[in-house]
C-alpha cells in the first residue's frame, strides 16, 4: 500500500531520537472480528497472521532482561491470539503493567466469556476504540450492530470494576474522527463523551484519548480513491506543532509486528520501515544486548499525523 502514496518520503519532518525505552508495543496477530474502514493494520476475520510461540518467548525474555515497565499488546483483535492470557500473566508476574488495545466487540464473541473478569483480575489497562457516543456515527464507521455490541462491551467491564475513579481497573476509550479532519480537543470531548455515556447508558470510563486517522493503508486507500490525500496532507502539515515532538511515542517506545520485527512505531510497522532506518530488518531477539536509547528514528510526511494540532500518541493528545 505504501508504494501508492507519492508523500511517503523523507522530505521536511524534523529529526528525532529516542529518549529512554520503557514500552514495548506488539502486534500479536493481524485477525480481526471486525474490519474497519480506518484501520492502518488492515485487520479483518480473514487474516491469519499471528505470533509465533518463539517469537512469544523473545518477547517474554526482552520484557524481563530490558527492564520494560509497559507491554502493550494490540492486533488485529489481540485477545485471539491463543498466548494472550499467557503474556498477560508472565508480564503481571514480572510487575510488567499491561495494556490491552480492545474494540469491545471481542467481549461479546463466542468464546470471551472469561475475557472481561481475567482482564479485571490482572490489572490489565483496557484502552477500547468508541469513535462517537451515537449509533449511526459508530456503525458507520465500523460496521452494523458495532455499536450495540460495544455499549455491551462497556457494561461488561464496568461490572467487574472498570471505568470508576480510584480502581486499579482503567478504562480508556479513543476517539478517531469519522473523516480527512483532525479531532477535536480531548478534553473537551471528553465531558462530552462522559455526560452521553452516563446519561443514556450509565457507562463510566477513565479518560478519553483522541487520534488522528493515519493517511496509510486502508484510510490512505480511501484517501486517494476520494482524491482527499493532498488536502488531508496540507491540513496535517500545516498544523504541525514543534512541542508535540517532545512527547511523541516513538521516543519511549518500539514497535514489534506478529513476526518479531522491530519498527520505532505501529506506523512505521505498516509501512515496512525499518527500525532506525536500518536497510535491513531487525528481530526482537538481536535486540536483548542492544540499547536503542539515543538512536535516531525513521521519519516520514505521515509522522504529521503525530504532531499535528493537539498532537496523537498511543495515550491520547500531547498537548493542551
Not at 506488539?26 to 488492515?42: P, S, T
Not at 512527547?247 to 520505532?264: E, H, K, P
Not at 516520514?300 to 493542551?320: F, I, K, N, P, V
Amino acid at each position: 500500500m505504501h508504494d501508492t502514496l507519492p508523500f511517503l518520503n523523507q522530505r521536511e519532518f524534523p529529526k528525532i531520537k529516542r529518549d529512554n525505552l520503557h514500552t514495548l508495543q506488539i502486534n500479536i496477530g493481524l485477525k480481526c472480528n471486525q474490519q474497519c474502514f480506518h484501520c492502518h493494520v488492515n485487520s479483518s476475520p480473514k487474516r491469519k497472521e499471528k505470533m509465533s510461540d518463539d517469537t512469544i518467548e523473545a518477547v517474554k525474555s526482552f520484557l524481563t532482561r530490558k527492564n520494560i515497565e509497559t507491554l502493550d499488546i494490540t492486533g488485529g483483535a489481540p485477545e485471539l491470539h491463543p498466548e494472550f492470557k499467557s503474556l498477560v500473566r508472565y508480564a503481571r508476574k514480572n510487575g510488567i503493567h499491561v495494556i490491552d488495545r480492545c474494540n469491545l466487540t471481542i467481549l461479546e464473541e463466542p468464546g470471551m466469556e472469561y475475557l472481561a473478569q481475567f482482564l479485571a483480575e490482572n490489572e490489565v489497562e483496557v484502552i477500547a476504540s468508541l469513535p462517537c457516543y451515537e449509533l449511526e456515527n459508530v456503525d458507520k464507521q465500523r460496521g452494523d450492530g458495532v455499536f450495540e455490541k460495544s455499549i455491551k462491551g462497556l457494561k461488561q467491564l464496568n461490572s467487574v470494576g472498570y471505568g470508576y475513579a480510584n480502581t486499579k481497573q482503567t478504562l480508556n476509550l479513543v476517539f478517531n474522527p469519522q473523516g480527512a479532519v483532525l479531532p477535536p480537543a480531548q478534553d473537551g470531548l471528553k465531558r462530552a463523551y462522559k455526560k452521553e455515556l452516563l446519561d443514556r447508558y450509565g457507562i463510566e470510563f477513565n479518560q478519553l484519548f483522541t487520534l488522528c486517522n493515519m493517511p496509510i493503508n486502508r484510510f490512505g486507500s480511501m484517501l486517494v480513491s476520494n482524491n482527499q490525500l493532498d488536502d488531508y496532507m496540507s491540513i496535517l502539515m500545516n498544523s504541525h506543532r514543534n512541542e508535540n515532538l517532545e512527547s511523541v511515542m516513538c521516543r519511549n517506545l518500539i514497535s514489534v509486528d506478529w513476526q518479531g520485527y522491530v519498527y520505532d512505531c505501529d506506523f512505521n510497522q505498516m509501512l515496512n520501515l525499518n527500525l532506525n532506518d536500518n536497510e535491513k530488518q531487525v528481530h526482537l531477539s538481536e535486540l536483548i544486548d542492544s540499547d536503542v536509547d539515543g538512536d535516531e528514528i525513521a521519519v516520514r510526511d505521515h509522522c504529521y499525523g503525530c504532531t499535528a494540532g493537539q498532537g496523537s500518541s498511543c495515550g491520547g493528545a500531547l498537548t493542551a
